[in-house]
Protein backbone atom coordinates (compact mmCIF):
# COMPACT_ATOMS: atom_id res chain seq x y z
CA UNK A 1 0.00 0.00 0.00
CA UNK A 2 3.17 2.68 1.12
CA UNK A 3 4.26 1.61 -2.79
CA UNK A 4 1.05 2.74 -4.27
CA UNK A 5 1.29 5.84 -2.77
CA UNK A 6 4.43 6.63 -3.33
CA UNK A 7 3.72 6.03 -7.40
CA UNK A 8 0.46 8.89 -6.66
CA UNK A 9 3.14 10.82 -5.11
CA UNK A 10 5.20 10.48 -7.89
CA UNK A 11 2.87 10.55 -10.66
CA UNK A 12 1.27 14.12 -9.00
CA UNK A 13 4.94 15.98 -8.41
CA UNK A 14 5.33 14.82 -12.14
CA UNK A 15 2.43 16.32 -13.57
CA UNK A 16 2.93 19.11 -10.94
CA UNK A 17 3.28 21.35 -14.28
CA UNK A 18 1.06 20.08 -15.81
CA UNK A 19 -1.82 20.87 -13.02
CA UNK A 20 -0.42 24.33 -12.93
CA UNK A 21 -1.02 25.06 -16.63
CA UNK A 22 -4.65 23.29 -16.27
CA UNK A 23 -5.60 25.88 -13.71
CA UNK A 24 -3.62 29.20 -15.22
CA UNK A 25 -5.79 28.35 -17.85
CA UNK A 26 -9.06 27.65 -16.18
CA UNK A 27 -8.43 31.07 -14.23
CA UNK A 28 -7.74 33.05 -17.98
CA UNK A 29 -11.20 30.94 -18.75
CA UNK A 30 -12.58 32.55 -15.87
CA UNK A 31 -11.43 35.86 -16.38
CA UNK A 32 -12.66 36.47 -20.31
CA UNK A 33 -15.98 34.41 -19.26
CA UNK A 34 -16.24 37.57 -17.04
CA UNK A 35 -15.08 40.28 -18.92
CA UNK A 36 -17.83 39.18 -21.77
CA UNK A 37 -20.61 39.29 -19.09
CA UNK A 38 -19.43 42.38 -18.07
CA UNK A 39 -19.28 43.61 -22.19
CA UNK A 40 -22.59 42.57 -22.35
CA UNK A 41 -23.91 44.66 -19.11
CA UNK A 42 -22.45 47.55 -20.05
CA UNK A 43 -23.47 46.94 -23.54
CA UNK A 44 -26.95 46.61 -22.38
CA UNK A 45 -26.84 49.52 -19.86
CA UNK A 46 -26.06 51.56 -22.83
CA UNK A 47 -28.81 50.47 -24.91
CA UNK A 48 -31.14 50.75 -21.99
CA UNK A 49 -30.15 54.63 -21.84
CA UNK A 50 -30.82 55.63 -25.18
CA UNK A 51 -34.04 53.69 -24.99
CA UNK A 52 -34.76 56.29 -22.23
CA UNK A 53 -33.65 59.17 -23.77
CA UNK A 54 -35.33 58.17 -26.79
CA UNK A 55 -38.60 58.09 -25.24
CA UNK A 56 -37.59 61.24 -23.16
CA UNK A 57 -37.38 62.73 -26.56
CA UNK A 58 -40.28 61.34 -28.46
CA UNK A 59 -42.17 62.58 -25.29
CA UNK A 60 -40.83 66.13 -25.14
CA UNK A 61 -41.77 65.84 -29.03
CA UNK A 62 -45.21 65.22 -28.76
CA UNK A 63 -45.82 67.33 -25.81
CA UNK A 64 -44.82 70.13 -27.87
CA UNK A 65 -46.81 69.04 -30.66
CA UNK A 66 -49.70 68.59 -28.19
CA UNK A 67 -49.17 72.65 -26.92
CA UNK A 68 -49.04 73.99 -31.02
CA UNK A 69 -52.57 72.31 -31.14
CA UNK A 70 -53.72 73.65 -28.35
CA UNK A 71 -52.25 77.17 -29.53
CA UNK A 72 -53.36 77.09 -33.00
CA UNK A 73 -56.97 75.82 -31.71
CA UNK A 74 -57.08 78.63 -29.32
CA UNK A 75 -55.83 80.98 -31.20
CA UNK A 76 -58.21 80.20 -34.20
CA UNK A 77 -61.15 80.44 -31.59
CA UNK A 78 -59.59 84.45 -30.33
CA UNK A 79 -59.93 85.32 -34.23
CA UNK A 80 -63.24 84.02 -34.64
CA UNK A 81 -64.39 86.17 -31.37
CA UNK A 82 -62.64 89.24 -32.41
CA UNK A 83 -63.76 88.94 -35.86
CA UNK A 84 -67.48 88.66 -34.59
CA UNK A 85 -66.51 91.53 -31.96
CA UNK A 86 -65.37 93.96 -35.04
CA UNK A 87 -68.54 92.87 -37.13
CA UNK A 88 -70.87 93.86 -33.92
CA UNK A 89 -69.25 96.90 -33.68
CA UNK A 90 -70.63 97.75 -37.79
CA UNK A 91 -74.27 97.46 -37.19
CA UNK A 92 -76.91 99.74 -34.53
CA UNK A 93 -76.43 100.12 -30.72
CA UNK A 94 -79.38 97.92 -29.67
CA UNK A 95 -78.32 95.14 -32.09
CA UNK A 96 -74.89 94.92 -31.07
CA UNK A 97 -75.11 94.88 -27.12
CA UNK A 98 -77.33 91.77 -28.12
CA UNK A 99 -74.69 90.27 -30.44
CA UNK A 100 -71.85 91.30 -27.64
CA UNK A 101 -73.81 89.41 -24.99
CA UNK A 102 -74.50 86.55 -26.73
CA UNK A 103 -70.51 86.41 -28.02
CA UNK A 104 -69.89 86.79 -23.95
CA UNK A 105 -71.54 84.40 -23.11
CA UNK A 106 -70.28 81.69 -25.99
CA UNK A 107 -67.21 82.77 -25.00
CA UNK A 108 -67.80 82.03 -21.18
CA UNK A 109 -69.11 78.40 -22.30
CA UNK A 110 -66.11 77.62 -24.48
CA UNK A 111 -63.94 79.41 -22.17
CA UNK A 112 -61.37 80.94 -24.56
CA UNK A 113 -60.53 84.36 -23.21
CA UNK A 114 -57.16 84.38 -24.02
CA UNK A 115 -54.28 82.06 -26.17
CA UNK A 116 -52.77 80.90 -22.42
CA UNK A 117 -56.31 80.13 -21.13
CA UNK A 118 -55.29 77.21 -18.85
CA UNK A 119 -51.22 77.13 -19.07
CA UNK A 120 -51.11 79.91 -16.33
CA UNK A 121 -48.34 78.42 -14.07
CA UNK A 122 -47.33 75.67 -16.61
CA UNK A 123 -50.65 73.65 -16.29
CA UNK A 124 -52.09 72.47 -19.88
CA UNK A 125 -55.38 73.30 -20.91
CA UNK A 126 -56.81 70.02 -21.43
CA UNK A 127 -55.08 67.98 -18.42
CA UNK A 128 -55.47 71.15 -15.76
CA UNK A 129 -52.50 69.66 -13.94
CA UNK A 130 -48.86 70.98 -13.83
CA UNK A 131 -46.15 70.94 -16.85
CA UNK A 132 -45.38 67.22 -16.92
CA UNK A 133 -41.55 67.92 -17.81
CA UNK A 134 -41.04 70.32 -15.03
CA UNK A 135 -43.95 70.90 -12.43
CA UNK A 136 -42.22 74.23 -11.39
CA UNK A 137 -42.08 75.98 -14.18
CA UNK A 138 -44.19 78.95 -14.78
CA UNK A 139 -45.58 80.25 -17.67
CA UNK A 140 -42.99 83.03 -17.58
CA UNK A 141 -40.52 80.84 -17.68
CA UNK A 142 -41.39 78.54 -20.20
CA UNK A 143 -40.72 79.80 -23.57
CA UNK A 144 -36.56 80.17 -23.33
CA UNK A 145 -36.26 76.95 -21.43
CA UNK A 146 -38.63 74.82 -23.25
CA UNK A 147 -37.00 76.06 -26.22
CA UNK A 148 -33.56 75.71 -25.30
CA UNK A 149 -34.14 72.20 -23.79
CA UNK A 150 -35.89 70.92 -26.89
CA UNK A 151 -33.34 72.21 -28.99
CA UNK A 152 -30.94 70.68 -27.02
CA UNK A 153 -32.65 67.16 -27.71
CA UNK A 154 -32.20 67.50 -31.06
CA UNK A 155 -28.57 68.89 -31.22
CA UNK A 156 -27.75 65.60 -28.89
CA UNK A 157 -29.20 63.28 -31.48
Same mark, same amino acid.
Given at each position: ???????? $? #? $??? $????? *????? @?? /? @????????? @? %?? /????? %?????? #?????? /??????????? +????????? =??????? #????????? !?????????? =???? $????????????? %???????? !??? =??????? =?? +???????????????? *???
Amino acid at each position: MSGQLDEI $A #A $ALE $AQTAA *IVVLV @EE /A @ERQARIREE @E %WQ /ALREQ %WRREEQ #AKRQAK /AYDDAQAELLS +IINDWNEAE =RITKFFE #AALLKASEV !SDEFRTEIEN =RLAQ $AQSIIGAKTRLNG %WQNGSHPR !SGT =RNRLDPS =RT +IESMPDQSCQRYRSHL *IRR
